[in-house]
């Protein structure tokens, strides 16, 4: 497939690992946050987000950490598989925008089996 | 199932030939826009539509056009390709506000 990691930051774990991907985001007033999952050859898939009335969110083996006094996100991984292996992204909204996302350049995670 | 289909996937075109890029969205979403996807540079939005005949630029709008005529579809059109479009291309749909997006699948786009 095509690739789109080339030239980012990379993450390498073996499998079983925890990962945490970072993005820090410009926009002060931003106040909903969203992380993607870009696989080889597909489109960004969601995967979690967070409003700015919290600091913590957890899904399935995903825990997304907001701090916004230094405007930075953290995306993290439990127990990472090589089904994990993919670009991930941050976005940013905020109401002055129209909620139009802005996103990170991304970070690319590489699993070792 | 709920999706956002694009087409052709793959395109491979020369200079100045007129080209058009259709998305189809059937989730009954106000918004949609076009990214392109260069290694490096992330998602560049192109344009957007946040309702049936209303459009605005993204961050790099030259030599693009769009149309939205039914909300479903958002076109996205080169009137005069150029080798610097050579890219990927996503369209992408969402209700408006604090929402997600959904993506398509890609069109991966040449120019010679």
């Known amino acids: 497939g095509e690739s789109v990691g080339l030239h980012l930051p990379t993450l390498s774990v073996q499998e079983g690992d925890n990962s945490i991907i970072n993005c820090a985001y410009s926009?002060?007033?931003?106040?909903?946050f969203i992380w993607y999952k870009q696989e080889s050859g597909k489109g960004p898939q969601f995967i979690i987000d967070i409003r700015s009335n919290m600091d913590k969110r957890q899904g399935q083996r995903v825990t997304v950490l907001l701090n916004k006094t230094v405007k930075h996100l953290s995306l993290q991984i439990a127990a990472t598989q090589p089904g994990d292996s993919a670009v991930y992204f941050c976005a940013e909204m905020w109401p002055g925008g129209s909620y139009i996302p802005t996103f990170g350049r991304g970070t690319s995670l590489i699993v070792h089996p | 199932e709920a999706q956002v289909t694009q087409n052709p996937r793959y395109l491979i075109t020369v200079t100045g030939k007129k080209l058009t890029v259709t998305c189809s969205q059937n989730m009954n979403h106000e918004y949609m826009s076009w990214y392109r996807q260069d290694p490096g540079l992330g998602l560049r939005q192109i344009y957007y539509s946040m309702n049936v005949e209303v459009t605005d630029k993204g961050d790099v709008p030259e030599g693009y056009k769009v149309s939205r005529k039914e909300k479903r579809n958002f076109p996205l059109i080169l009137e005069s390709p150029s080798p610097n479009q050579t890219s990927l291309y996503f369209c992408a749909s969402s209700f408006p506000g604090a929402y997600e997006q959904y993506f398509g699948p890609g069109t991966r786009l040449t120019v010679t």
């Open positions: 926009n002060s007033a931003s106040d909903y």
